[in-house]
């Protein structure tokens, strides 16, 4: 009985492992045929050479950063005082981080647009609308990891402690609580990171220069560089959940999953 | 997604948000109760909740800006726009039960199958980044391994000598675009299910044997009650996750593939319908659907915390 289960085991898991490999091989496979007959880097040479990968890669890092800074600067105040002030608030803040799987990207941009493109409030012309698509793409990841570490800890002994010692409410967050979720909020962060890089939909929607856009823009015009690129952000999605594993050895209940784009 | 409970395996800490009803200081005023919530909220408001209220109410809304149900009426009616709700609801029913399926089997391979546990930590990471790896990068992937060039493609040609496009078969269609959407699919599938399975206990097992059931008896009356809502759930999440993906389908097709996302994004870059209302009905639709899903995955996910812990 074990035995011969273990033999269909071995199928399905040779299946799967085909079915995730194969690409990437026809992929670094691709990317290698920029010059007919042989096998070169020209490709690699040829995308890291263009002066719009630079400003375009510089772009979304500096996404990333906006992005990450308001999104720890919104959801850690929030998790922090439902855990210690308001826990009946909890569903309607999880119902919110949760939001994003409701409302696709697409849309959200298309909303954003109608609202925010013609007066009272217009925003079109500004990165706010980018940051804020993002950030909303980020909430579920950033609260789920946040709200993890906070179960972890017990914040409201650590808080009562910095407070009878005299210490104000920005001590306490920047210097007692943040310290204590670094590894939670790392990998949100990481997290963050690897769904910002390589987002494609806010960025072209709103245009925006970014480094998604640009690979498809690149897919459009050169044959063999798109695939190069594809494995530089492949290889940027897992240093990134390598990191966040790496982290959060032995603490479970830190996994993550992040969706479609 | 980061959407199942996660499932405790370490002992709760003792002082717990949960347990303890909240004791606000009496002395503070309650707007100090709120303030840490506040931007968060007024974050969400003018950018979540506004845009998807400004959605709802611009369908209802005809071009000399008065109240209308026509655009409403044509999603249902115009040919175009069924055709893309149909193409929308295709892949995302293929990939949601062909990812369920697989990624069922995949995650049951590496937990319960007497694998090595090497190769589960590196199932798991693996699936982190898989469910990661969507967009424009995963089209362009497929398109050097089943593109007009791909490796498959060309395997097929020389080893075999079969020429697929002569069959007028060709990757750019509903089919084609569901065989990508796997690739982020089914790891999320193996991600959600890998720690319901381990919520499987021996005990139940052992326990069917010393009645006398069997395998079938321990599947059938055990372990698949058990498991169906997290399945069912993990299902459809799947099918929405399939349902929303923009970047992917327009990388890798263009505007071959007529989706809704596709055709919402045509209607943003240039009010291709011609009618700024139905674009906003179009994305009620979705929205409508998304919401189905997301309320019947949380209510089985409801009854899945019952039975796994």
Redesign the interface.
Known sequence: MRRRASVWAWVILVLGLLYFFIPLIATFEFSLRAIKGRYTFEAYRLAFMDPAFVRNFGYSLMWCVLTIIVSLALVVPAAYWVHLRLPRLRPVVEFVTLMPFVVPAVVLTFGLIRLYGSPPIVLIGSPVLLIAGYVVLSLPYMYRSVDTGLRAIDVRTLTEAALSLGAGWGTILLRVIFPNLRVALLSGIFLTFAIVMGEFTFASLLSWPAFGPYMEEIGAMRAYTPQALALVSFALTWGSIGIIQWLGRGAPGQGQIAGAR | ????R?????P???????A???R?PRGLSSWK?????V???A??I???F???F??VY?SFESPQHTFTFDNIIAIFTERNLVNAYKASLTVSLITAAGGAL?GF??A???I????PRS?RTF????S??????????????????IGN????TRWLESAMGFDIHQTGFTIYNIWGLSIV????Q???MV??MA?ALDGLRREWREACENLGGT?FHYWRFIALPVLLPSLLGTAILLF?????????A??FSGSFINLV?IL??A???GDVLYN?GL??AL?LG??MI??F??AGYAWLQQRTARWIR
């Open positions: 997604m980061a959407l199942e996660p499932i405790r395996t370490d709760l800490p003792i002082t717990q948000g949960d303890q009803p909240a606000p109760n709120w303030i840490g919530l931007p968060f909220f974050f969400a003018f950018f979540l506004l845009p998807s400004s959605i611009r697989f089997l995949l049951y391979a590496v319960l199958g007497g694998l190769l199932m798991t990471t693996f982190g980044v898989a469910s990661n790896f969507a967009g424009v990068p995963l089209a362009f992937a497929f398109i050097a391994t060039a791909g490796l498959i959407y796997m690739y982020f089914f790891p999320l991600l959600i720690p395998a929405g996750n399939a349902f929303g993906a923009y970047a992917t327009y990388a996302t919402i994004g209607q943003i870059q700024p674009g906003n994305a979705m929205v998304m919401g899903c997301m």
